[in-house]
């Protein structure tokens, strides 16, 4: 029988790698305890020299059993989990999940919503590659852009801490809508990170574009063919470097991006040097979908303060009868959100909370808020199976779940772009030299949340 026990496996595989190599050759762990590996990664190496011969690249050290856990949750509780995946882009991985659902139940989600969701996820994706670009120039040996990166990604994050009251992990994007409206002045602060991003972008493409150094560690270095890339599976910025033209948002469009004009970069080598020229591309493109969705997204028709009256006088209205407007709840109870639900949720109540204006103020609220959380009621989507993907940071990023009619998913699976690109890696750095292992490992973007599900 095939053994279960893991050191056993590290041993036998081991034995299997020293066996194959040659007299000569040196075999090296590069990870998992290693910076550029994030403690996730573990790649035995054999070596002529410095030139790798052979590799095995062994995942899993980050395992936390995602989809068992999102299967023993309900399917409004389980959206946390799914921040946790890619934490670099947790606003996609919402976006993936909510849409898979809205899919299986058949809810329409209204326009505004949809640009909100837009907005964000397009945010998202910036603060995706500028960690990446990053990470792969520090490794490199650049310091300066990981600084210059991660000034641009924190006005970025003051948007999402603005809107989302969080700025990382934010479960934010929900099914049928948004937690809550854009902040009244979001437009100042997403002005003022699309400016400081574009500066950033210019300065970093001065520093690294016709850098020899860094031309030198990444041109023709882990190239990779189309068909090669095809076959393992690949998406994404990682495609599109090789010069495949595939965007989730141009192939199959979801949301409002049909709506939107917008390109796909593409690169001509599928080396490291042209990942990092299509993620600083796509970024500026990126920034050309929000300032056009900041420009159409449609004005709010919630209800004024004009139609919010005081307590006493509620009391006195309800006692003859006339209750015609909206009662003021004190600062602690209120929602205040209530009169928007009309513009970023679905009018299907069932598979939604139920705002807190209503929850404090009547029984029926109340009940439904009971309702919604407890086991055996909630959100119960009908029997049968669904698949739905979006595109993420790191390309197609889908999720299938099939129901059993209760309020928990019987099976959750998740399709994460980065298990596919990290299978290619042997391949890529077969027959280079151990130090461009780093760049190129870097160049992929892995996430280990994602990776190791």
């Not at 403690?39 to 989809?67: A, C, K, P, Q, W």
């Not at 909206?326 to 205040?336: A, D, F, Q, T």
Request: proline fraction near 5%; charge should be neutral; include cysteine.
């Amino acid at each position: 029988m095939p053994t279960t026990d893991p050191i056993e496996k590290i041993n036998k595989m081991t034995t299997r790698l020293q066996r194959e190599a040659s007299k000569d050759s040196l075999m090296l762990n590069m990870g998992p305890s290693h910076p550029a590996m994030h403690g996730t990664i573990r790649i035995m190496l054999e070596l002529d020299g410095e030139r790798i011969l052979n590799s095995e690249v062994e995942v899993g050290y980050l395992h936390r059993g995602f989809e068992k856990t999102c299967e023993n949750k309900t399917y409004f509780n389980l959206l946390p989990y799914t921040d946790r995946m890619n934490y670099v882009s947790p606003l996609i991985n919402n976006l993936g999940y909510v849409m898979t659902m809205e899919k299986m139940l058949g809810v329409e989600v209204p326009e505004k919503a949809q640009y909100i969701r837009v907005i964000m996820s397009e945010l998202s994706r910036i603060s995706d590659h500028l960690t990446c670009i990053a990470a792969m120039a520090m490794e490199c040996g650049a310091f300066t852009i990981l600084l210059y990166k991660m000034k641009a990604r924190e006005f970025i994050w003051n948007v999402f801490e603005q809107t989302t009251g969080a700025r990382m992990t934010t479960s934010y994007i929900r099914i049928g809508g948004v937690k809550s409206d854009l902040h009244p002045d979001y437009e100042d602060v997403l002005n003022t990170a699309i400016d400081e991003t574009r500066k950033v972008l210019k300065d970093i493409s001065g520093l690294l574009d016709k850098n020899k150094i860094f031309l030198n560690r990444t041109r023709d270095i882990a190239v990779v063919t189309p068909e090669t890339a095809i076959n393992y599976g690949w998406t994404g910025p990682c495609l599109r470097s090789t010069g495949v033209y595939y965007d989730l948002r141009k192939s199959f469009p979801y949301l409002i991006y049909d709506q939107m004009d917008f390109d796909v970069p593409l690169g001509e080598r599928g080396d490291n040097f042209d990942r990092y020229m299509v993620r600083m591309k796509e970024m500026e493109q990126s920034l050309r979908i929000i300032e056009q969705a900041m420009k159409k997204i449609p004005k709010s028709a919630a209800q004024t303060m004009a139609n919010v009256m005081e307590p006493a006088e509620a009391i006195k209205a309800s006692r003859e009868k006339k209750v015609e407007k909206r009662i003021k709840l004190s600062p602690n109870l209120e929602g205040s959100e209530q009169d928007k639900y009309q513009d970023i949720f679905t009018k299907n109540k069932k598979i939604i909370v139920p705002p807190k204006e209503d929850t404090y103020s009547s029984i029926e609220g109340l009940i439904s808020h009971f309702k919604f959380f407890m086991n055996e009621h909630g959100i119960r989507p009908p029997k049968g199976e669904v698949y739905f993907s979006v595109e993420g940071g790191n390309g197609e990023l889908g999720y299938y779940i099939v129901s059993d009619g209760t309020d928990k998913p019987y099976r959750l699976h998740v399709r994460a772009p980065c298990f596919h690109v990290m299978a290619a890696l042997e391949e890529m750095i077969h027959g280079h030299y151990v130090a461009d292992v780093i760049p190129t490992f870097g160049s992929v973007n892995m996430i280990g949340g994602e990776l190791d599900r």
